[in-house]
């Protein structure tokens, strides 16, 4: 029982040190991209201001790092054929935050249509927290394998 105590933490640890203090990223990267703040649009008629390209809503980094969402929504050219979901690891936003931000592609936009990989535009909670230059800047984008 006892081996069987130590072993369960052990996994538990690696667990946590997976999840949230390795904020370093490992995938396909690419470098100097801007990212740009958005804020869902609950003003206008059209429900597409707070969804997603699939109809579901936008999660933004305060819902993340409220923790009531699991993933950050971030909005890429919608050329680059990118599937729905894709995580991405952010390696200046973990830093800034001292721990992991989990990011999926799940948006697009006309206006970053053709930018390619040298765009991002990252989901905030409201036009205020989109003036933060934290997250208006050259960030390094890396596509990180699903488990
Ligand atoms: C990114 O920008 C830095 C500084 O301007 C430059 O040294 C580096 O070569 C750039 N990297 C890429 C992949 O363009």
Same mark, same amino acid.
């Given at each position: 029982?006892?081996?069987?105590?130590?072993?369960? &933490?052990?996994?538990?640890?690696?667990? !946590?040190?997976?999840?949230?203090?390795?904020?370093? &990223?490992?995938?396909?990267?690419?470098?100097?991209v801007?990212?740009t703040?958005?804020?869902?649009?609950?003003?206008? %008629?059209?429900?597409?201001?707070?969804? =997603?390209? @699939?109809?579901?809503? !936008?999660?933004?980094?305060?819902?993340?790092? %409220? %923790?009531?969402?699991?993933?950050?929504? !971030?909005?890429?050219? #919608?050329?680059?054929g !990118?599937?729905?979901?894709? =995580?991405? &690891?952010?390696? /200046?936003?973990?830093?800034? *935050?001292?721990?992991?931000?989990?990011?999926?592609?799940? %948006?697009?936009?006309?206006?970053? @249509?053709?930018?390619? *990989? /040298?765009?991002?535009?990252? &989901?905030?909670?409201?036009?205020? #927290?989109?003036? #933060?230059?934290?997250?208006?800047? @050259?960030?390094?984008?890396?596509?990180?394998?699903? @488990?």
């Amino acid at each position: 029982m006892k081996y069987f105590i130590f072993f369960f &933490c052990v996994w538990q640890i690696y667990g !946590l040190y997976d999840n949230d203090f390795d904020i370093d &990223c490992k995938g396909k990267t690419f470098e100097n991209v801007t990212m740009t703040a958005y804020y869902p649009d609950y003003s206008g %008629d059209s429900e597409s201001g707070f969804l =997603d390209k @699939k109809g579901r809503k !936008l999660r933004t980094l305060q819902d993340y790092l %409220d %923790d009531r969402t699991g993933y950050v929504t !971030l909005a890429m050219d #919608d050329d680059l054929g !990118l599937p729905y979901g894709s =995580d991405v &690891c952010i390696p /200046e936003i973990n830093k800034h *935050y001292g721990h992991r931000v989990r990011f999926q592609i799940r %948006d697009s936009s006309l206006d970053l @249509k053709g930018s390619g *990989y /040298e765009r991002v535009d990252i &989901c905030v909670r409201s036009e205020m #927290d989109s003036y #933060d230059v934290s997250v208006n800047r @050259k960030v390094t984008v890396v596509f990180v394998q699903n @488990k």
